[in-house]
């Protein structure tokens, strides 16, 4: 790819770099996470005893922070990339 200068103009190319694409993997990651979360709730434990009658809830809330730690190296690694630059 070809290396970018300080004056260089933004371009799609920008957004095709690894880190840029980690990172919007990781949003999207973090989006299903959240959309299944809310429409795979199951109805209230009438008693109050239980949270989350499956583990369905507990693997919502790994893969929301598998989303936030795949966004955040994204995000690392292009603050890394255009500080060399």
Not at 5 to 11: E, G, L, V
Not at 35 to 54: H, K, M, N, V
């Amino acid at each position: 790819m070809q290396e970018l200068t300080p004056t260089a103009r933004f371009s799609l190319r920008d957004l095709m770099r690894p880190g840029c694409l980690l990172g919007l993997a990781g949003l999207l990651i973090l989006a299903v996470a959240v959309f299944r979360t809310a429409w795979g709730a199951s109805s209230p434990d009438p008693d109050g005893l239980e949270i989350a009658s499956s583990g369905h809830a507990v693997k919502q809330m790994v893969w929301m922070v598998v989303g936030v730690g795949v966004t955040l190296f994204g995000a690392l690694m292009s603050y890394v990339e255009y500080k060399r630059r």
